[in-house]
């Protein structure tokens, strides 16, 4: 299964609201996450995702979508899970900052 290297926040939303198989992964620290986060995500901050990878075994070979802030730090994420061999990581172009203003007004702006 090809897929591409980022997904927009709106195809996010969608696969959430379809009841779609995948993770949603925050990689941002987790004072970031305390302050605000989308409900579905789960937390592992892109600064210990090399000791935490065995973490996301369970998800291989399924849909990984990775998120931060404003999209930089989920591209090298989903990146270098790539090259671990996840090959369905991708990133959510825009970070929560795009989701907050285009998808969910209640998700605080950092």
Not at 3 to 20: A, F, N, Q
Request: negative net charge; charged residues 25%; proline residues 4%.
């Amino acid at each position: 299964m090809s897929v591409p290297m980022e997904v927009t926040c709106r195809d996010v939303k969608d696969m959430l609201d379809r009841g779609d198989s995948f993770l949603l992964l925050d990689c941002r620290e987790r004072e970031e996450y305390t302050t605000a986060h989308i409900t579905a995500a789960e937390l592992l901050p892109m600064s210990e995702i090399v000791d935490r990878v065995g973490e996301l075994e369970p998800h291989r070979g399924k849909t990984i979508v990775v998120h931060c802030h404003h999209g930089g730090r989920s591209l090298r994420v989903a990146n270098w899970l790539r090259g671990q061999g996840y090959d369905t990581a991708c990133s959510m172009a825009g970070g929560i900052d795009d989701w907050s203003q285009t998808i969910d007004a209640t998700v605080p702006r950092y």
